[in-house]
């Protein structure tokens, strides 16, 4: 279950180990255009791994760095404590 279009907030403001679905990546700056072909569209699930001045996030089976001023681009709709607990991967298994 996803919140609600008006829970629509920045990466940037997002928690280390808080899953959100991206709803839209603004502007067309090499970096966006680059997150895109990455397969940071509408509708991916993305984590955050690490925050600080730099976000390490989990999209897919890729893990990247972000600069914190960079993610205000990308909006999320956090995803749901009671849904994330079904996203989690199972290791070692």
């Known amino acids: 279950m996803h919140a609600d279009s008006s829970d ?14 991206v709803a839209e ?8 255009t680059r997150l895109r072909e990455f397969g ?3 509708g991916s699930v993305v984590r955050v791994l690490r925050v ?6 989990q999209l897919g089976e890729l893990r990247l760095c972000i600069r914190r001023r960079d993610a205000e681009a ?3 709709s ?5 849904a994330a607990t079904t996203l989690e991967p199972t290791l070692g298994h």
Not at 52 to 57: I, K, S, V, Y
Not at 78 to 82: M, N, Q, Y
């Open 8 to 21: 629509v907030t920045r990466l940037s403001s997002l928690s280390r180990g808080q899953e959100a679905t």
């Open 25 to 32: 990546i603004r502007g067309s700056t090499p970096l966006t």
């Open 40 to 42: 940071c569209l509408r």
């Open 52 to 57: 600080g001045g730099t976000l390490m996030l």
């Open 74 to 76: 990308i909006l999320v």
């Open 78 to 82: 956090p995803v749901l404590a009671a």
